[in-house]
């Protein structure tokens, strides 16, 4: 099938102009294979912080962040799955990648899919908390956000399990954990609750993890110290992958114009792309695709869709 598009204007080009074939969804086996392609990185450098020198130990430091920085982009493809009922396979990887951040499948999936439904809207939740600013204001968030990231989500396990006790609390959690703009009252909505029963095991993970520290103080310099690393990392790719303007529309034009492909060299993609999440406007084109298809997805795009070509390096005249 040649992939090209035939007599299309430039100002209706859509997602459906794209072949079925590379738009294919996550695929579970890929997100499994990375994640240990990932563990096993850290593993090796958590066995190289122990055995070198002490002035090796920010090397390790960056390049474990970087895989923690990785972890949360798999939890948010698992996320993109969005399994009501997680059979062993779903828990193993939600323990494996998000417990360790300070989130659950569920957490990741009630914010990011309302920021894929309503990008730069009004009611997207990313805009609610990320706003446009020079490259030193990014810079100062980066730094101010980043650290207090992953802490801030494990404190959310405590009172998401203090609020599936106590309804009064809910509506804070949801509003302040989960990103929620709507005003309406969610004490009772069934989502918010599934996602209160999450907060329980999440938060038994952190208890033992911070028992451990007090049994191996090497924890401290290979799991604690890193996370503000990893938090950083994930704080200034949010900041750079859209430009934060409030938008009417979520056509393929919109995206190209105000969501941002970023970081997608190879040894960029070690720390600020992971698993390409680089390839973010392709993304938010079509959400629906896993993350391994985007650079398929991609080179279609820079060679059938003019406007992205412009914005990307055109290879072919549309």
């Known amino acids: 099938m040649e992939l090209m598009i035939v007599n299309r204007e430039l100002t209706s080009f859509k997602r459906s102009d794209v072949p079925s074939e590379l738009l294919r969804g996550p695929c579970f086996f890929e997100i499994t294979k990375r994640a240990l392609f990932d563990y096993s990185i850290v593993i090796a450098s958590w066995f190289a912080m122990y055995h070198l020198p002490y002035y090796t130990y920010p090397i390790w430091v960056i390049i474990i962040a970087g895989r923690f920085h990785a972890f949360g982009v798999l939890i948010h493809e698992l996320s993109h799955l969005n399994p009501i009922k997680k059979n062993w396979k779903f828990r193993t990887l939600e323990v494996m990648l998000g417990y360790p951040l300070g989130t659950t499948i569920n957490a990741m999936a009630y914010h990011h899919l309302k920021h894929h439904r309503n990008t730069l809207m009004d009611n997207d939740p990313y805009f609610n908390i990320n706003k446009k600013c020079s490259p030193v204001g990014r810079l100062w968030l980066t730094f101010k956000k980043g650290p207090l990231f992953v802490p801030f989500w494990i404190t959310r396990s405590l009172v998401g399990s203090l609020a599936f006790f106590i309804p009064s609390l809910r509506n804070f959690y949801v509003r302040t954990f989960l990103q929620e703009v709507s005003k309406e009252d969610l004490t009772n909505d069934e989502e918010v609750i599934r996602n209160?029963?999450?907060?329980?095991?999440?938060?038994?993970?952190?208890?033992?993890?911070?028992?451990?520290?007090?049994?191996?103080?090497?924890?401290?310099?290979?799991?604690?110290?890193?996370?503000?690393?990893?938090?950083?990392?994930?704080?200034?790719?949010?900041?750079?992958?859209?430009?934060?303007?409030?938008?009417?529309?979520?056509?393929?034009?919109?995206?190209?114009?105000?969501?941002?492909?970023?970081?997608?060299?190879?040894?960029?993609?070690?720390?600020?792309?992971?698993?390409?999440?680089?390839?973010?406007?392709?993304?938010?084109?079509?959400?629906?695709?896993?993350?391994?298809?985007?650079?398929?997805?991609?080179n279609w795009y820079l060679q059938n869709c003019y406007k992205y070509g412009e914005a990307y390096g055109r290879t072919n005249e549309q």
Do not use: Q
Not at 217 to 230: E, Q
Not at 247 to 260: A, K, L
């Open 196 to 298: 209160l029963k999450e907060e329980f095991p999440l938060l038994f993970f952190h208890i033992t993890l911070a028992y451990l520290a007090t049994l191996f103080p090497f924890m401290i310099y290979a799991y604690y110290i890193v996370l503000p690393v990893a938090g950083t990392f994930c704080i200034y790719r949010l900041l750079i992958e859209h430009e934060y303007d409030v938008v009417d529309s979520r056509s393929v034009y919109t995206m190209i114009e105000s969501t941002f492909d970023h970081h997608l060299s190879w040894y960029e993609k070690l720390i600020l792309g992971p698993h390409n999440i680089g390839y973010h406007c392709i993304h938010h084109i079509h959400p629906n695709a896993g993350l391994h298809h985007l650079p398929k997805i991609r």
